[in-house]
């Protein structure tokens, strides 16, 4: 079918704007909402590529600036409305923060704020220490980990370091305001974004034991049914602690007490001890302790296959908090460690560099970002920001490849291929703000949220209730039951996967390009489901454009 894919939600005056034709055209033209054309232009060939498999055309109108809404037509082609504006993405970014509330476990949601998408108190009872034979805990709070209802400590730490680092690059996001219940602290009424951050932060210093170690994660034994969280009666297990999610731990509280201290010294105070309780944990248990479900357990089992990612996150982060040289140095040895790590994985055709990665398994490109919080011109830092640029260089070369300008390949469209996009947006934002302003960074930035909201082979914005075709229907457990219509906006799909690793994902011809694997169904965990940790990187991305 003939198709025009765009940005369904819009585009700042001066942005570079593109839409991708599926078909041969020579001329296209912009029509506003009445119907008049306002722009015509020229449609340029660019070819196939391995990741749409369409021979794709350009239709570029970075000149037409006139604010408005607005359709592009071609031949019978018409694509999905769009917005020239000031202010294109005020929506959406407040959407996507929202987010975080309506996932919030325990007795934390209001009616008032909640609205229709509100659920009664969940997950109250205290929680089994797997196999122990100790007093049940309370770890009541935080975030649901996605479409599941278990709540994770490595995803959540990742998830809040996302937005908290946000914060400290770009200080606006502290502005945005989502309509959530004020919290007091000593210095007044916190900003939205730190008074929702903090609700996880609270969760994950529950997750921590009195010697500094860290639960893994808090689930049920098995995945609930499709119910209401309030519906979820099962039994809470606290599952092992691992030297990962202690790591991330420590890291995350160190994060959040630079930015708490501003506030709260109480709670800032709070943060730092955490921080420094999980730091020596680490230190005492200098050999690794992994995650790996207990046998017959099929909650999320986020393993990883090593810690040293984590341990120089740690190190990184509680150096720039803290300003202690022993962290410096225990951050110089972790990067020995994990340079030849990657030296293994390169032999195995990983392309990327570990040090920019920020996922929920690798968050060395974590501990980068606090070195350049931190900003001395030592060794280790001017190789990190090396290393960014080198990385931001390949992904702008990436781009180059396909007619969406997407800075992805084929092998990133796995489980969770927006986020692998979102991290490469984070690393090309960093770069282009902090490092070395380029206009290839930018346009790749402008280009990869293009294609989240709409420029791709499936003409889907993979954030709801942003974009005339967004997906509806996220694998998440509310949604799925709750008898509202529509999924509450703001929420990033996981998005495409040649892995197609669920049974309805079958249904997706298994030959599609890497752009096609998608299907935008409720059952559809591999392709569709939501998670904390793929609308964090989206804030991240989204404050770097907020300070333009
Ligand atoms: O790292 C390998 C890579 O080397 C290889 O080339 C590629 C090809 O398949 O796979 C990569 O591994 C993938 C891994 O994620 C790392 O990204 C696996 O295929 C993939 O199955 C795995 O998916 C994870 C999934 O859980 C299953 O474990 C997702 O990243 C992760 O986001 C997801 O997390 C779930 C939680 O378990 C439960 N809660 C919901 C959440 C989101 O779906
Ligand atoms: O809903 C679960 C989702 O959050 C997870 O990402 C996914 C993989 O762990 O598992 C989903 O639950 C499925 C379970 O694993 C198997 N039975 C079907 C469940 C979804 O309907
Ligand atoms: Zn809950």
């Given at each position: 079918m003939d198709k025009i894919y765009l940005n369904q939600v819009g585009y700042f005056s001066e942005s570079e704007k593109r839409a991708v034709l599926n078909f041969k055209a020579d001329d296209f033209e912009i029509e506003n909402a009445d119907g008049n054309c306002v722009f015509k232009g020229k449609v340029s060939h660019f070819g196939t590529d391995d990741i749409s498999g369409e021979d794709t055309y350009v239709a570029k109108f970075s000149d037409f600036k006139t604010e408005g809404t607005y359709r592009i037509k071609a031949q019978d082609g018409v694509s999905a409305a769009f917005t020239i504006s000031d202010k294109p993405y005020a929506k959406l970014m407040k959407d996507i923060c929202k987010c975080f509330y309506y996932l919030r476990c325990a007795d934390a949601l209001d009616k008032e704020f909640a609205g229709e998408y509100y659920h009664k108190p969940c997950h109250m009872t205290k929680a089994t220490v797997y196999g122990e034979d100790t007093e049940p805990v309370d770890v009541t709070g935080g975030w649901h980990d996605a479409g599941d209802y278990g709540r994770y400590s490595t995803a959540g730490a990742v998830a809040v370091a996302h937005i908290l680092y946000g914060v400290r690059f770009f200080p606006e996001l502290l502005k945005v305001k989502f309509n959530i219940p004020a919290v007091s602290a000593e210095k007044g009424i916190l900003p939205d974004i730190l008074a929702e951050t903090k609700v996880e932060l609270d969760f994950l210093m529950k997750m921590q034991r009195e010697n500094g170690s860290v639960w893994h994660k808090v689930t049920t034994f098995c995945h609930a049914p499709f119910v209401m969280p309030e519906d979820d009666k099962e039994e809470l297990f606290l599952f092992p602690v691992s030297s990962i999610a202690t790591a991330d731990i420590a890291a995350v509280m160190a994060l959040a007490y630079s930015v708490y201290k501003d506030y709260d010294s109480a709670y800032a105070l709070k943060l730092k001890e955490s921080s420094l309780r999980a730091y020596k944990w680490l230190k005492e248990n200098p050999d690794e302790l992994l995650f790996h479900n207990a046998e017959g357990s099929n909650t999320g089992e986020y393993d990883e296959a090593e810690d040293i990612s984590n341990r120089f996150w740690a190190a990184a982060a509680l150096y720039e908090a803290f300003g202690?040289?022993?962290?410096?140095?225990?951050?110089?040895?972790?990067?020995?460690?994990?340079?030849?790590?990657?030296?293994?994985?390169?032999?195995?055709?990983?392309?990327?560099?570990?040090?920019?990665?920020m996922g929920w398994a690798e968050v060395a490109g974590l501990g980068s970002l606090s070195l350049f919080l931190k900003n001395e011109k030592n060794e280790i830092t001017e190789e990190m920001k090396k290393r960014f640029i080198l990385e931001a260089d390949r992904l702008v070369e990436n781009a180059g490849k396909n007619g969406f300008n997407l800075c992805m390949e084929a092998k990133d469209f796995i489980w969770g291929s927006n986020m692998e996009l979102l991290k490469y947006l984070m690393?090309?934002?960093?770069?282009?703000?902090?490092?070395?302003?380029?206009?290839?960074?930018?346009?790749?930035?402008?280009?990869?949220?293009?294609?989240?909201?709409?420029?791709?082979?499936?003409?889907?914005?993979?954030?709801?209730?942003?974009?005339?075709?967004?997906?509806?229907?996220?694998?998440?457990?509310?949604?799925?039951?709750?008898?509202?219509?529509?999924?509450?906006?703001?929420?990033?799909?996981?998005?495409?996967?040649?892995?197609l690793q669920d049974e309805m994902a079958k249904k997706v011809p298994a030959d599609s390009a890497p752009m096609k694997c998608y299907y935008d169904h409720t059952a559809c965990y591999s392709l569709n489901e939501i998670t904390i940790y793929w609308n964090s990187p989206l804030v991240f991305v989204m404050a770097g454009m907020l300070q333009r």
């Open positions: 202690e040289e022993k962290y410096l140095t225990d951050a110089i040895d972790k990067k020995k460690e994990l340079d030849l790590f990657d030296k293994e994985a390169k032999k195995k055709g990983y392309q990327g560099d570990v040090f920019t990665c690393v090309l934002t960093v770069s282009n703000k902090m490092l070395n302003v380029k206009a290839e960074y930018k346009n790749a930035i402008q280009s990869g949220l293009d294609y989240l909201l709409g420029c791709n082979s499936m003409d889907t914005s993979y954030v709801t209730g942003n974009g005339e075709r967004a997906f509806k229907n996220p694998h998440l457990r509310p949604t799925a039951v709750d008898d509202i219509e529509q999924p509450w906006p703001g929420l990033v799909s996981g998005g495409p996967n040649v892995g």
